[in-house]
C-alpha cells in the first residue's frame, strides 16, 4: 500500500543537541512538506519541497533544516536553535503544490525535551 | 482574528446523534478540506471541496463560497468517529494552505 511512513514516533531531545525526523513517501508524490502542530492550534508549515534537491522555508522554518536528495525522502532536523521543539511533527505529500489535491499524512512524530 | 476558525473546539455526543462541526474563513480560497486526525496522531483526507455538497457514507460535507463558511455533519455518531476534525483552506493568494484549530469530538456508546 502507498502511504507516508514517519519515524520515529517518539523521539527525545537534550539540550543542544540536534534530532532528526525521518519522512518517507511511496506514492511518487512531488511536493513534500513538514508541519508541526501544537495544541489548540492549526497546523503551521515549517518546510516544503515542490522537487528534489529544492526546497522554501514555512511560516515558523527558524531552528530547522531539511533536505530532499530523493524524490521519497525529506528529512527534517530539529536544531539546538530550536528554542521551543517540543510539539507533534507531521509530514505529508501531494502531487504537486501547485494544484488544489489533497494532502497525504503521515502519523506525526511527538517530540519531547529532556 | 485567525483566518480559519472553527466551532465548537469540543464537542461530546452520545451514540446516534447528529452531528454538525462548523468551519469559516476570511481570506479567498480554490478549495476547502475536511481531516480525521485519529487519537494516535495520523491524518486522513476526509473531503475536497469548492462548492455545493459532498457525502461520503455518514459524513456530509457543504460549503457556502459567498458566506466562506463549511460544514461537517456526521449522521448515526458512533464512538469510532471520536477524533479531531481540521477544516483546511487553499488559499489562492500566496496558493498556501491554511488549517483550522480542530473540533475535538468524543462520542459517548
Known amino acids: 500500500d502507498g502511504g507516508i511512513t514517519q519515524s520515529p514516533k517518539y523521539l527525545f531531545r537534550k539540550e543542544g543537541q540536534n534530532v532528526t525526523l525521518s519522512c518517507e513517501q511511496n506514492l511518487n508524490h512531488d511536493a513534500m512538506y513538514w508541519y508541526r502542530q501544537d495544541p489548540g492550534q492549526g497546523l503551521r508549515l515549517i518546510y516544503y519541497s515542490q522537487i528534489v534537491n529544492d526546497f522554501q522555508k514555512g511560516d515558523i522554518a527558524e531552528g530547522y533544516s531539511v533536505s530532499r536528495e530523493k524524490k521519497e525522502s525529506f528529512p527534517l532536523t530539529v536544531t539546538s536553535a530550536q528554542k521551543n521543539p517540543t510539539a507533534f511533527y507531521l509530514c505529508a505529500s501531494s502531487i504537486s503544490q501547485g494544484s488544489p489535491q489533497p494532502q497525504h499524512f503521515g502519523d506525526g512524530t511527538r517530540l519531547s525535551i529532556l | 482574528k485567525n483566518e480559519v476558525e472553527q466551532s465548537p473546539q469540543n464537542l461530546t455526543a452520545q451514540e446516534g446523534e447528529f452531528i454538525t462541526i462548523n468551519c469559516s474563513y476570511s481570506?479567498?480560497?480554490?478549495?476547502l478540506h475536511w481531516l480525521q486526525q485519529h487519537p494516535g496522531g495520523g491524518i486522513v483526507s476526509l473531503f475536497m471541496l469548492s462548492s455545493g455538497k459532498k457525502k461520503h457514507g455518514r459524513l456530509i460535507a457543504t460549503i457556502n463560497i459567498q458566506e466562506k463558511h463549511s460544514s461537517l455533519h456526521i449522521t448515526a455518531s458512533h464512538p469510532r468517529d471520536s477524533a479531531v476534525y481540521i477544516c483546511?483552506?487553499?488559499?489562492?493568494?500566496?496558493?498556501?494552505?491554511?488549517f483550522g484549530p480542530g473540533t475535538s469530538l468524543s462520542v459517548i456508546p
Open positions: 481570506v479567498g480560497i480554490s478549495a
Open positions: 483546511a483552506v487553499k488559499e489562492t493568494s500566496y496558493d498556501k494552505v491554511i
